[in-house]
């Protein structure tokens, strides 16, 4: 299940470092990760600046989840756009949609890191759809809700998408300084008075 998952690297609540940026809510991951969500069947959004641990998290809560016997799919926006748009042009696209559709658990990672050409809008929207209400999905994304209508060029379809995404969801707010940058200037930091030694 875990190879099946597509997890970019083994991530759990266990790695996860919730003291470096104590602002997050701790307790509100946690009862997430315990995946009664996934039985409600609603949406979770994980928002927040880049290197607060959206993917971390996302990836962490998956994990959980398999971990209870439940099928993940993670996805970053843009590889799920690739596997649809080659889905379409091998004449698989129905059947490619109809398994995103029936995973019990689908995290889109990245989700507005780059702006929604048609068709791109199209399939996004039909795949939020179709799920709506019959699946959970988590999400991420570095834009808040309120922006994501503006990477959808046809704002019918984005609010149609939006609106169902941000029903019954549970938004979990990132807030703090990114991990990696903070990791970086140690780092080089430490690279520096190695050199003046």
């Given at each position: ?5 597509g ?15 104590p ?5 509100l ?7 009664r969500?996934?039985?409600e069947?609603?949406p979770?959004?994980f928002k927040?600046?880049c ?22 799919k993670f996805?970053?926006?843009?590889k ?6 080659a889905a379409?042009?091998a004449?698989n696209?129905n059947k490619l949609?109809?398994?995103l ?10 989700f507005?890191?780059k ?5 791109d809008?199209e ?5 939020i759809e ?5 699946a ?7 834009l808040d809700v309120?922006?994501?209508?503006q990477i959808f060029?046809?704002q019918?379809?984005g609010a149609?998408?939006?609106d169902?995404?941000?029903h019954a ?5 990132l807030i ?6 903070t990791?970086a200037?140690?780092k080089?930091?430490?690279g520096?008075q190695q050199r003046?030694k």
């Amino acid at each position: 299940m875990l190879k099946k998952s597509g997890f970019k690297s083994n991530k759990t609540l266990e790695s996860f470092d919730f003291s470096f940026n104590p602002k997050i809510n701790e307790k509100l991951i946690r009862d997430i990760a315990a995946c009664r969500f996934i039985e409600e069947k609603v949406p979770v959004i994980f928002k927040g600046s880049c290197g607060t641990g959206k993917s971390h998290l996302a990836q962490a809560v998956g994990h959980c989840a398999i971990c209870q016997g439940i099928d993940v799919k993670f996805l970053t926006q843009s590889k799920l756009l690739r596997e649809l748009h080659a889905a379409k042009a091998a004449g698989n696209y129905n059947k490619l949609l109809k398994q995103l559709i029936k995973v019990p658990l689908l995290i889109i990672d990245d989700f507005g890191l780059k702006p929604l050409r048609s068709p791109d809008d199209e399939y996004i929207h039909e795949l939020i759809e179709e799920r709506y209400e019959q699946a959970a999905t988590l999400i991420t994304s570095n834009l808040d809700v309120d922006e994501w209508l503006q990477i959808f060029s046809n704002q019918l379809l984005g609010a149609a998408t939006v609106d169902r995404l941000r029903h019954a969801a549970y938004q979990v707010p990132l807030i703090g300084k990114s991990y990696r940058s903070t990791q970086a200037d140690k780092k080089q930091k430490e690279g520096l008075q190695q050199r003046e030694k």
